[in-house]
């Protein structure tokens, strides 16, 4: 099975390079099947992760950015891959 956890959080006023740079920087302890990042208006940034793995094993995520980077907390989902179609 392959799962996707998402995480996507809203730049503070002024801060989207920043958060971007941040969410780039950010190491897991185990490498992914695949990462992709992605900007978006009101300088959000997502991050998207793949895994070979179930919808509810515990899996390596980003962490919440430092506060003074972001105007709310990240959001966070997951979802199990259905295929291509």
């Given at each position: ?16 390079d ?36 179930g ?6 995520e ?6 003074a ?15 291509l179609?």
């Amino acid at each position: 099975m392959t799962v996707a956890l998402m995480w996507e959080a809203r730049a503070a006023e002024g801060r989207g390079d920043e958060l971007l740079a941040w969410a780039r920087a950010q190491g897991l302890p185990r490498e992914p099947v695949r990462r992709e990042t992605f900007r978006a208006p009101q300088d959000r940034v997502l991050v998207v992760t793949w895994w070979d793995a179930g919808l509810h094993d515990t899996l390596p995520e980003l962490p919440a950015p430092p506060d003074a980077l972001t105007s709310r907390p990240p959001h966070r989902w997951r979802f199990e891959s259905l295929g291509l179609t």
